[in-house]
């Protein structure tokens, strides 16, 4: 289903102030909203920049029609937290901060859950 008005975008932190994103969307509370279907058109916003408390790296996509979700976390810190949204797609995008040498490597952990919540797809 194309990403529109019976999605739900939800962020482990808040805008202290709707912050708009287009015409059509903004980032109200903890949860991106839109009004109509994106169509041709896409959405982009830097949701968070800054000292992470560490719970801060997760979201959760979920279609309000069909009870779809996709959830993910990790305890990886982040930096920044971009939303970006076309009409097949919808990106919430962590940025973390890695800082290595030659030869050195990193490694971290991303869990996402798929889930359908039997009672909305009625």
Known sequence: MPY????????PFFAEQPMPISDIARFSGNAVEVDAALGDNS?????FEGADP????????????TGASVEFTSGEPITRMVFWAVE???????????????????????????????????
Request: positive net charge; charged residues 20%; proline residues 8%.
């Open 4 to 11: 529109g008005p019976d999605y739900r975008v939800e962020f």
């Open 88 to 122: 097949r797609a919808v990106c919430p995008e962590p940025f973390i901060h890695i800082r290595l040498e030659p030869g050195q490597s990193r490694s971290w952990v991303t869990r996402y859950r798929f889930s359908v919540d039997a009672r909305a797809a009625g």
């Open 54 to 65: 560490g719970q801060f790296n997760s979201a959760a996509a979920r279609n309000n029609l």
């Open 43 to 47: 959405l982009w916003l830097p949701l």
